[in-house]
């Protein structure tokens, strides 16, 4: 008897999804912005690495710099008071191959009747991808809202760093391989077989 728990519980645990581990997350980037009137121009340049990656733990989150934005205009003009449009597209390599992008807007403000002036950058919604071969894993990418070129009496001469948060909402179930069920199936089986020959 003791031998048929032990080939249980061994037939049982190939069947089980392994321990967790961490989860490689790798991706590219591109910044998509408005850089010609009308509106206001603006550039960009990365500041993560391209492609990025890291580990994570279902639940946890990392938060880096990934771009700098600035603007090379002097002034906010009437054109620049138009919201434009500006969108970062990622395209990950793990855990699966999916893309998605944040989108958002880019304006120049002025405050005082132009004394203080400056560029804003918001983000509307987080990119959230699904991934795994059931489809419930879960990753999300929010971007920050950020000020930059603020300045007095005309635009500065600073841009700003725009921080991104990528989080590992849920880790995608592991699916047994066909040939692992049907080694269970076999086991199970015999299992039954044997403590059925005992009882007789």
Not at 22 to 33: C, D, E, F, H, R
Request: hydrophobic content about 40%.
């Amino acid at each position: 008897m003791r031998h048929l728990k032990l080939t249980f519980a061994l037939l049982v645990s190939m069947c089980l999804p392994a321990m967790a581990s961490a989860t490689l997350i790798s991706a590219g980037y591109q910044v998509n912005l408005n850089d010609s009137d009308p509106g206001l121009v603006v550039d960009s340049a990365d500041y993560a690495d391209n492609p990025f990656s890291f580990d994570l733990d279902e639940g946890e989150s990392v938060t880096f710099n990934l771009f700098k934005i600035w603007t090379t205009e002097t002034t906010v003009n009437d054109d620049d008071t138009v919201p434009q449009p500006i969108s970062v597209d990622f395209n990950f390599t793990s855990p699966d191959l999916m893309n998605g992008s944040v989108s958002g807007n880019t304006v120049g403000e002025t405050i005082l009747w132009g004394t203080f002036q400056g560029g804003d950058l918001t983000w509307g919604a987080p990119l959230q991808l699904s991934f795994g071969a059931l489809g419930d894993g879960l990753l999300e990418v929010s971007l920050f809202d950020t000020a930059f070129n603020s300045g007095i009496f005309g635009l500065g001469s600073y841009g700003a760093k725009v921080k991104a948060e990528v989080k590992l909402l849920a880790e995608a179930s592991e699916v047994p391989e066909p040939s692992t069920l049907a080694m269970l199936g076999i086991g199970l089986l015999g299992v039954g077989l044997r403590a059925r020959r005992r009882s007789c």
